[in-house]
C-alpha cells in the first residue's frame, strides 16, 4: 500500500481522528529548518537553486505523467534536504542528481513507477543508478529517515470536519479548490515559514472566502476557534495566500486580454514590429547556438568508491578521451 499524504500516520483508509495530535505535535520535524527562509531571501544562489529544482520537478510531473501528488512530495524531500545541506557551487549537475533522487524517493513512497532512462533521455548529465541510490540515501540521512511527510493534506479532512456542510458535494467543492491552493502555494518562498496546519487552514478558509462567502465567517471563526492553531500566524497565512489566489487570478486574466487583443493603436503596431524584428534576430542567431551545442561537452556521472565521479566527454575530439574530476561531495556506499 503507497503513502497517505492525508494519513501520513497510518495505513488505514479512514482517517484516525486519535492521531491528529500527533500530527500537530510532530508537524515542525517535516517542515525546512528555521532560516531556510531567511536563506532564500538573502542568498540568490539558494533562492535560483530552488528555483529551478521545482522547475525540474514540475517538467518530470508533466512529461512523466506523474500525480502532482508526487511531484509535491518531492518539493517536500527537497527543500528539506537544501535547508540542512550546504549545496556546494559551481557544480550544476548536483541540482539534476537531487532533483532526479527525490523523485525517486518519492515515486517509491508512493508506490509509482520511476523510470531513471526515460527522465534522463534528453539531458545533458546522465547519472547511473548506484550514483541515484547514493544520493538517496545521503537524502535519508539529512531527513532523518522522516519520509512520511506530514504536509497541509493532513489536516485538511480535520478542519473541513468541523465546518456545518452538510452537501458532501460541497464539501468536496471545498476540499477540492483548497487542494489547488495548497499545489500553488508550495512554489512560495514566502509560505515556508508557516506550519503545514496553517496552510491548511487558510487554504481552506480562502476557498470558503471564494466558494461560500456568506458562510464564510462560521468557518473562519470554527478554525479560529481551534486550540492548536496560532491566529496570529493564521490571518498571516490567510493574507498571503489570498494574496496569491488574487494575482494569479490576475495574471491569468491579463494572458487572456493579450492574447485575443488586436493591434487597433500605432503603439500596438510599434510593439508587434518589434517582437518581428526580435523574432528574426533570434530565428539568425539560432543556427550557431545549436553548433555551439553540437559542440559543447556531454557530461556523465558515475559512482566510484565513496565518491562521485565526474566525466567529461567532449564529443568534438575524434578519438572520444575522457578528462576526469573528482567532486568533493560525498555519497555514502549503499548498504
Not at 68 to 81: C, E, K, T, V
Not at 135 to 141: A, K
Request: hydrophobic share 40%; proline share 5%; with cysteine.
Amino acid at each position: 500500500m503507497d503513502f497517505d499524504l492525508e494519513n501520513p500516520l497510518t495505513s488505514l483508509k479512514e482517517h484516525q481522528f486519535d492521531t491528529i495530535p500527533d500530527l500537530f505535535a510532530s508537524e515542525s520535524d517535516h517542515m525546512p529548518s528555521r532560516n531556510f527562509l531567511k536563506c532564500l531571501e538573502t542568498c540568490d544562489f539558494y533562492s535560483s537553486f530552488r528555483q529551478e529544482a521545482i522547475s525540474l520537478i514540475l517538467q518530470a510531473q508533466y512529461s512523466c505523467n506523474f500525480e502532482p501528488i508526487l511531484a509535491y512530495l518531492a518539493i517536500n524531500y527537497m527543500d528539506r534536504f537544501i535547508s540542512k545541506q550546504e549545496i556546494p557551487r559551481g557544480k550544476p549537475w548536483i541540482l539534476r542528481l537531487l532533483v532526479i533522487s527525490c523523485l525517486s524517493l518519492a515515486a517509491k513512497m508512493k508506490n509509482a513507477h520511476f523510470s531513471l532512462s526515460n527522465f534522463q533521455r534528453e539531458e545533458s548529465f546522465i547519472f547511473d543508478m548506484q550514483t541515484v541510490n547514493r544520493m538517496e540515501l545521503l537524502i535519508l540521512d539529512a531527513l532523518n529517515w522522516r519520509m512520511r511527510s506530514i504536509t497541509p493534506f493532513s489536516f485538511v479532512h480535520f478542519f473541513t470536519s468541523s465546518f456545518e456542510l452538510k452537501d458532501p458535494p460541497l464539501t468536496q467543492a471545498l476540499k477540492d479548490r483548497a487542494t489547488e491552493i495548497i499545489f500553488q502555494a508550495h512554489n512560495e518562498i514566502k509560505l515556508l515559514e508557516f506550519k503545514p496546519s496553517i496552510i491548511a487552514a487558510s487554504a481552506l478558509l480562502v476557498s470558503s472566502h471564494e466558494l461560500f462567502p456568506v458562510q464564510f465567517p462560521s468557518f473562519r471563526c470554527s478554525i479560529s476557534s481551534c486550540e492548536r492553531v496560532n491566529r496570529d500566524q493564521l490571518i498571516k497565512c490567510f493574507n498571503a495566500l489570498k494574496e496569491m489566489v488574487e494575482m494569479d487570478w490576475y495574471n491569468s486574466t491579463m494572458d487572456t486580454v493579450s492574447s485575443t487583443r488586436t493591434p487597433l493603436s500605432v503603439l500596438d503596431r510599434h510593439c508587434i514590429k518589434s517582437e518581428s524584428q526580435t523574432t528574426n534576430i533570434s530565428a539568425t542567431a539560432l543556427p550557431q547556438k545549436r553548433e555551439i551545442k553540437r559542440r559543447g561537452k556531454r557530461l556523465a556521472i558515475t559512482a566510484s568508491d565513496n565518491m562521485v565521479q565526474l566525466n567529461f566527454s567532449d564529443s568534438s575530439r575524434a578519438n572520444n578521451s575522457f578528462s576526469g574530476e573528482i567532486c568533493n561531495w560525498s555519497i555514502p556506499q549503499a548498504p
